[in-house]
């Protein structure tokens, strides 16, 4: 199996721009989630993704959007960055909605 | 109070002593996951369990359901344990991804 990959591993963004974070899933993994880590606190469910569906949400505002595509990969968009927006978002796959979970190394935001 | 509480917050050791980091939790759950994050940021899934004990290489966790208690061992530690350890639970109504997070334990290892 290849590991799930994250892509920009950082990026940096100016308050009020729009972002898109890009994961890799592992190959047959129909499930995809996406956690904002802040700096010194544990991470923070943010939504998940199931056959390309919004399957669960946390609390975060609509603003942060995903998509998943057929091809094992998903995206998480934020717009309208705010300076708290600032974080390591991981993404983490699994085979099903309660298989063991994958993550990815992450992408570091920093917004100015 | 937090729903998933871990102990202690930071473990420093010297390399080849026995490690336990505690986990105990408030919600009824389906699953508990250990898992380990480096200083890099990335995330290793290292156990899901729901019941028992498992072991992998010089980790062991166990779990008691009855107690809403689980542990983490780590024998015959070495350096590149060093990490956070984070113990996170999925409650019982919720799929695997709506992860209730403990706040982690700093291990530090010395040689």
């Known amino acids: 199996e290849t590991g799930v990959t994250q892509s920009p591993t950082h990026l940096i963004k100016t308050r009020g721009q729009q972002v898109t974070l890009r994961c890799s899933s592992q190959?047959?993994?129909?499930?995809v989630s996406w956690y904002q880590q802040a700096l010194g606190q544990g991470p923070q469910f943010i939504f998940q993704y199931y056959r390309e569906e919004e399957n669960g949400r946390g609390n975060f505002p609509p603003r942060f959007s995903g998509l998943q595509f057929p091809n094992y990969s998903s995206e998480l968009n934020v717009n309208a960055l705010e300076l708290d927006d600032s974080a390591l978002y991981l993404c983490?796959?699994?085979?099903?909605?309660?298989?063991?979970?994958?993550f990815g190394n992450g992408t570091r935001l920093t917004v100015t | 109070k937090n729903e998933v509480e871990q102990s202690p917050q930071n473990l420093t050791a010297q390399e080849g002593e026995f490690i336990t980091i505690n986990c105990s939790y408030s919600?009824?759950?389906?699953?508990l996951h250990w898992l380990q994050q480096h200083p890099g940021g990335g995330i290793v899934s290292l156990f899901m369990l729901s019941s028992g004990k498992k072991k992998h290489g010089r980790l062991i966790a166990t779990i008691n359901i009855q107690e809403k208690h689980s542990s983490l061992h780590i024998t015959a530690s070495h350096p590149r344990d060093s990490a956070v350890y984070i113990c996170a639970v999925s409650r019982a109504r919720d799929s695997n991804y709506q992860l209730i997070w403990g706040a982690g334990t700093k291990l530090i290892i010395k040689p």
């Open positions: 983490a796959s699994s085979r099903t909605r309660n298989s063991p979970l994958h």
């Open positions: 919600v009824g759950i389906s699953a």
């Open positions: 190959s047959g993994h129909n499930t």
